[in-house]
T-cell receptor, first 115, second 112 residues
């Protein structure tokens, strides 16, 4: 049973539109992450957060932005979607002090297609 | 050189056989190692983690770690068709914060 939720599951949107991908977790985890994954490719970290009001960019450059106003909520926003943003976006969370030992819990993902 | 390397496969094994999945990593400072299973179109789910040299068993799964050789493996005994998926190796890295670096995954096909 998933304790981390992503919506929408699938999204097809036109170029230039603003979109927000939602991610919420009920586990009280401090650390949250956004990964991007193209088919057959590895996961790339695009954003992470240590906790409320703490956000950082990850390894892969992304035009998206994130916010962390509440512990449980970590939305990702694209101000102007482009076809190059077409990908799967995966949200994950981990325990605040032991993430290195317990790994991440992933949400079900959002598959974004920009036409 | 990628930080975490895996053979992309596919690795084909018959039902009931042992599947052996391998992973090498480049950062000697890594302390924690994870195996995730990802079905097509789904998100990764954690199978096992290991952080001490040697073997760790959980049901049909055994993770093996050799830090001197920078090598992690996952053995799946009595493989089932439902084990057919992509298996991702992930290694913990610290660069001011803890994060996991993932390999590209090995696709496993278990035939009935």
């Amino acid at each position: 049973e998933a304790d981390i939720y992503q919506t929408p599951r699938y999204l097809v949107i036109g170029t230039g539109k603003k979109i927000t991908l939602e991610c919420s977790q009920t586990m009280g985890h401090d650390k949250m992450y956004w990964y991007q994954q193209d088919p057959g490719m590895e996961l790339h970290l695009i954003h992470y957060s240590y906790g409320v009001n703490s956000t950082e960019k990850g390894d892969l450059s992304s035009e998206s932005t994130v916010s962390r106003i509440r512990t449980e909520h970590f939305p990702l926003t694209l101000e102007s979607a482009r076809p190059s943003h077409t990908s799967q976006y995966l949200c994950a969370s981990s325990e605040g002090t032991a993430s290195s030992n317990y790994g991440y819990t992933f949400g079900s993902g959002t598959r974004l297609t920009v036409v | 050189q990628k930080e975490v390397e895996q053979n992309s496969g596919p690795l084909s094994v018959p039902e009931g056989a042992i599947a052996s999945l391998n992973c090498t990593y480049s950062d000697r400072g890594s302390q924690s190692f994870f195996w995730y299973r990802q079905y097509s179109g789904k998100s990764p789910e954690l199978i096992m983690f290991i952080y001490s040299n040697g073997d760790k068993e959980d049901g049909r799964f055994t993770a093996q770690l050799n830090k001197a050789s920078q090598y992690v493996s996952l053995l799946i005994r009595d493989s089932q068709p439902s084990d057919s998926a992509t298996y991702l190796c992930a290694v913990n890295r610290y660069t001011g914060f803890q994060k996991l670096v993932f390999g590209t995954g090995t696709r496993l096909l278990v035939s009935p």
